[in-house]
């Protein structure tokens, strides 16, 4: 159980074009959704919060704008990097909480290379 | 401030050497610590969730145990194939399911 998944696994963009990238609950309902960008060696380090049918809750630094997190349903969670640049390539992961839990499920990750 | 700090930062052990990772923590009101398992280029994998001091979960070669200031996730007679990165998050009362994640052990097991 407790299963997350995140589509694409891998995409190159070119600079300037916006991707988005899905984290999906497989087996649960998830009532809270995070997306992390994680960089070579380093620890994750927390975008935004979302609940579903909220707006997500963005931490310091992180633009909003930029980084486009919709949370439509349950079973979904979308990150949109808009107008991508070199700097925006990282591994994107998304983890996934059920309602009356306080544990992170987490996706596999996208690798995100802006070219 | 809340915060996280895992020690060593990495660690090289021979298949069978046993050894514990260090998870200690400032915050101001702990809900739960959270163990994970991060191999190269995937997602963290869920291991343990210990929500007060006293507390020991265990799971094959590895134990993880809690006190007011600290956790240590305990590998038994290691191999191989435990080689990952190990992380620890804390998650504060303070009313968000956010986590406060340390920086990591980098756990290597030779042959």
């Known amino acids: 159980g407790a299963v997350v998944s995140q589509h694409p696994s891998r995409v190159i963009c070119k600079s300037g074009t916006s991707v988005k990238i899905e984290c999906r609950s497989l087996d649960f309902q998830a009532t809270t959704m995070f997306w992390y960008r994680q960089f070579p060696k380093k620890s994750l380090m927390l975008m935004a919060t979302?609940?579903?049918?909220?707006?997500?809750?963005?931490e310091q630094g992180v633009e909003k704008d930029k980084f486009l997190i919709n949370h439509a349903s349950l079973t979904l969670s979308t990150l949109t990097v808009t107008s991508a640049h070199p700097e925006d390539s990282s591994f994107y992961i998304c983890s996934a909480r059920a309602q009356f839990t306080y544990e992170q499920y987490f996706g596999p990750g996208t690798r995100l290379t802006v070219t | 401030e809340d915060q996280v700090t895992q020690s060593p930062e990495a660690l090289r052990l021979q298949e069978g050497e046993s050894s514990s990772l260090n998870c200690s923590y400032t915050?101001?009101?702990?809900?739960?610590l959270f163990w994970y398992r991060q191999d190269p280029g995937k997602g963290p994998e869920f291991l343990f969730t210990l929500y007060s001091a006293g507390e020991e979960k265990e799971k094959e070669r590895l134990k993880a145990t809690l006190t007011k200031k600290e956790s240590f996730l305990h590998i038994t007679a290691p191999k191989p194939e435990d080689s990952a990165t190990y992380l620890c998050?804390?998650?504060?009362?303070?009313?968000?399911?956010?986590?406060?994640f340390g920086t990591g052990t980098r756990l290597k097991v030779l042959a």
């Open positions: 998050a804390v998650q504060a009362t303070s009313g968000t399911y956010k986590y406060i």
């Open positions: 979302s609940n579903e049918g909220s707006k997500a809750t963005y």
């Open positions: 915050v101001s009101g702990l809900r739960g």
